[in-house]
């Protein structure tokens, strides 16, 4: 593995409590797929998670070991639902500084696709403006179903957890410091 990219969030920045609960989920993946390290299913493997308008909730996570058994669930999948949540929850912290910058463009039609079900879909005048970041271009002269990303799929075929997370510390250069309440 060659030297990889170092990047920080730090505690003042809007992205910060998003991008450490990405990191802490897919950090918690080991003991469900990793054999070496997998947890035994069994009546002391609940999760409990406390209601306010609702009673506690306790779930069973066998089930969980049982679609990761049978290969109806992933670790790849998780990653990349995972990835689809934080740029939807980044991307509406982020909204209101839109700048219509090709690197936010890009920002804006990831967001649209994690949020379709982690495929790119244009609607008949999209995309509207420029979208680019590094190496990454999104055609804005070929529109809707034209456009050669429609129907691609985004997470996996088109960009990786890494990216998003590089994309979000450029993105999160343009707004103004401070957690994302205060935005």
Known sequence: MSNPLTIIFTQDSPFFEMVTAFLTATAGLGPIFE???????????????????????????????????????????????????LLCTAYTVADVHNDQSPEFEVFRHLRNAAAHGNYFYFKKD???????????????????SFNP????????????PADVLALL?????????????QL
Do not use: H
């Open 35 to 85: 054999k070496e390290i997998q947890l035994a299913p069994g009546p002391d493997r609940i999760a409990w998670y406390r209601g306010k308008i609702k009673p506690d909730l306790a779930i069973d996570m066998g089930q969980i070991q049982s679609l990761r058994a049978s290969g109806d669930l992933t670790a790849d999948s998780v990653v990349k639902t995972l990835c689809c949540m």
């Open 126 to 144: 999209e995309p509207r403006r420029r979208a680019a970041w590094g190496r990454f271009v999104i055609d804005d002269k070929l529109k809707g």
């Open 149 to 160: 990303l429609s129907g691609v799929e985004c997470l996996g075929d088109t960009i990786s």
């Open 169 to 181: 510390q450029s993105i999160e250069r343009r707004l103004p410091k401070g957690r994302n309440e």
